[in-house]
């Protein structure tokens, strides 16, 4: 080791602020660096066994994989060694300087100074090895990769603050050893019955050995003090092969959170094991919280893998359709290759199968917490329902059982929520409907407030608020539920089949046939603006509303497309108006042209602000708008 290969480097600068909240934020909470610590250390073990499988060399004449805890009081150290994978120089740059995982600045913003908030968020986000700074004030790392010679071996030190060094050295095995300098008021993580207890507690299910120490027992009169012994402090066995009997809700729940590196516990989970033409277990879970890259679809979502209880993926995105990319757990299977990649199994037989049989799994979790548990339910609902939504338009399989598990707003609900299900609709349907009626919108003050529901608050039919950017995509693929279709009350001639009686009929072919004139010279006035002009069935107390056409896309979904520069097909709307209101009555009767054309111009704007819509030119409505009120008031 000679000083040259000395290097003192910065931490990123997004690392150093994280940091230093994190510290402040988790120290009600100290004790689980143990835990995320012992956790990578387990990880750097597997990844070694997995390697080996290819390249038995990396063993080195070492095969045995254990994580070794080490205490000195009088040093005021605890010293945590694994026989993993190990690192070398750039690893350790990479990992150990920066903080791991992208999103860091979005991340920071959402930080809010409570103390409780923040340490969820910090969970959520992942932090691992930096949690070390909590307890002590100044870690080192020794680690040599796996393959390397003894003297490639790196030692890198921090003290939690603006920098770190980096320097070669000697280490004769392969792996990582982390020494933590425990701060003054932190020596309880020194003792050994206090950080055994810990392990017991958050780590008791790793599959590879924790050894510590015995501690000394008073030795007999005439006897020697016996040396302390090696010891296997927690239970060492793959937690999802043990029987579902023997494994406490508490291992489950710290399971959860060494796979996922969250801090809360999860909301339900499902342990399973298959028998039969395909063999395998697993083990998943439904999280509390979001993680930060649930929205976007691209990046790495997926199970652990592991075959015959070797660890081989940590993302395996193949066993879970992309609308359960919430959803964590692992999968454990006899019938795949050890030597298998991420582009073998997408060709797999066998893991399609696995893929069907572990969706089911997960939609019969949710569907039992629905019935079970409503209000367990309903906090799913609330973090993870719009994902949830992508399911009919990418599982045509289990669209019945997805559409069970969705949950609406309507014009029944007392609130806010999206509690209402579609069971439940049909359950309060009226005599006679057929439809499942619905309207989307920009939100839910828009949808609330839509002419459209006029009719509908008029006979009491219940409608469905929609105004998540996902709904009208939902639709589109959901098209039926319980044999009744669903219908867009803004789109298309409506049809209120048995429900309107015969007497309504009549009126409204009435009003049709007195209104032809006028429908004519509005057409004309309006031109190319409007696709056609006709007397609506759906207003009681508004002049006119916008109607999308059948076959043209809806106007939320044109302006999400807008929003994000897509190129949308041109498409005008139907016109509808209300012959019997006073407006359409003193638009019939106007005999000026130029005033006829700025009172339908102004109607028309109306109607499509009334939908949450933009107009094109708003000088010109209110310019229209300021002149008519001049002439009523002179």
């Not at 988790?26 to 390249?55: G, H, M, P, Q, T």
Request: aromatic letters at 8%; one cysteine or more.
């Amino acid at each position: 080791m000679t000083d040259a290969t000395k290097e003192t480097l910065g931490f990123q600068a997004e690392a150093k602020q994280l940091l230093q909240l994190m510290i402040h934020s988790l120290y009600s909470n100290k004790e689980i660096f143990l835990r995320e610590l012992i956790s990578n250390a387990s990880d750097a073990c597997e990844k070694l066994r997995f390697e080996a499988v290819s390249n038995p060399d990396l063993y080195q004449g070492q095969t045995e994989l254990e994580i070794r805890i080490e205490l000195d009081e009088d040093a005021k150290t605890i010293t945590i060694s694994d026989t993993g994978i190990g690192m070398n120089r750039e690893d350790v740059i990479g990992h150990l300087g920066t903080i791991a995982k992208s999103g860091t600045s979005e991340f920071l913003k959402q930080l809010t100074g409570d103390e409780k908030k923040d340490s969820q968020l910090i969970g959520q986000f992942g932090v691992g090895f930096y949690s070390s700074f909590i307890v002590a004030h100044k870690v080192e790392v020794i680690t040599r990769k796996a393959g390397l010679a003894e003297n490639e071996a790196v030692h890198w030190v921090s003290t939690g603050e603006a920098e770190f060094t980096v320097e070669e050295t000697t280490r004769e095995k392969r792996g990582t050893t982390v020494i933590l300098h425990l701060k003054d008021d932190q020596l309880e993580f020194a003792q050994s019955f206090r950080v055994k207890s810990i392990i017991k507690k958050y780590s008791d299910h790793i599959e590879i050995p924790v050894i510590m120490k015995s501690e000394p027992m008073p030795a007999a009169e005439g006897e020697e003090q016996k040396a302390p012994e090696d010891e296997v402090v927690n239970k060492a066995t793959a937690l999802w092969t043990r029987s579902k009997a023997d494994i406490s809700d508490e291992e489950y729940k710290e399971f959860y959170k060494h796979i996922s590196h969250d801090f809360a516990d999860p909301l339900t989970w499902s342990h399973n094991k298959v028998e039969g033409k395909l063999e395998y277990n697993s083990l998943l879970y439904i999280p509390s919280q979001a993680p930060f890259d649930l929205w976007n679809r691209e990046s790495v979502h997926g199970l652990k893998l592991y075959v015959n209880r070797t660890f081989i993926l940590d993302d395996a995105e193949q066993f879970l359709p992309l609308y359960l990319r919430f959803v964590k757990g692992i999968v454990d299977s006899k019938d795949i290759s050890l030597n298998v990649s991420s582009e073998i199994l997408q060709l797999d037989p066998v893991v399609e199968s696995m893929k069907s049989g572990l969706t089911k799994r997960v939609l019969d979790m949710l569907e039992k917490m629905a019935k079970k548990q409503p209000e367990e339910y309903q906090k799913f609902w609330d973090i993870f329902g719009q994902v949830l939504k992508e399911g009919p338009a990418e599982d045509f399989a289990n669209k019945e059982k997805i559409a069970n598990l969705l949950r609406f707003t309507s014009t029944n609900s007392s609130d806010d929520t999206q509690s209402e299900t579609l069971k439940g609709y049909l359950e309060r349907a009226k005599d006679g409907q057929d439809k499942i009626y619905y309207i989307a919108a920009e939100n839910l003050t828009t949808a609330k407030n839509s002419p459209h529901l006029e009719i509908f608050k008029k006979k009491g039919i219940e409608v469905l608020l929609l105004t998540d950017r996902v709904d009208e995509w939902l639709m589109s693929h959901l098209q039926e539920f319980d044999g009744k279709s669903f219908q867009d009350i803004g789109r298309g001639q409506l049809d209120l089949g048995e429900i309107e009686d015969e007497d309504d009929k009549k009126q409204q072919e009435t009003l049709e046939k007195n209104s032809e004139d006028l429908i004519k010279r509005i057409k004309e006035s309006l031109g190319d603006n409007v696709q056609e002009v006709r007397v609506t069935h759906r207003l009681t107390d508004s002049p006119a509303c916008l109607v999308v056409g059948d076959h043209d896309m809806g106007a939320q979904m044109r302006r999400i497309m807008e929003q994000a520069g897509q190129a949308i097909p041109d498409s005008k709307p139907i016109f509808e108006i209300n012959p019997e209101h006073a407006l359409v009555k003193r638009l019939d009767q106007e005999s000026d042209e130029d005033r006829f054309s700025d009172l339908t111009s102004i109607l028309f704007d109306q109607a499509n602000l009334a939908e949450g819509g933009h107009l094109d030119d708003p000088a010109k409505y209110v310019q229209k708008l300021n002149k008519l009120l001049l002439e009523m008031t002179q």
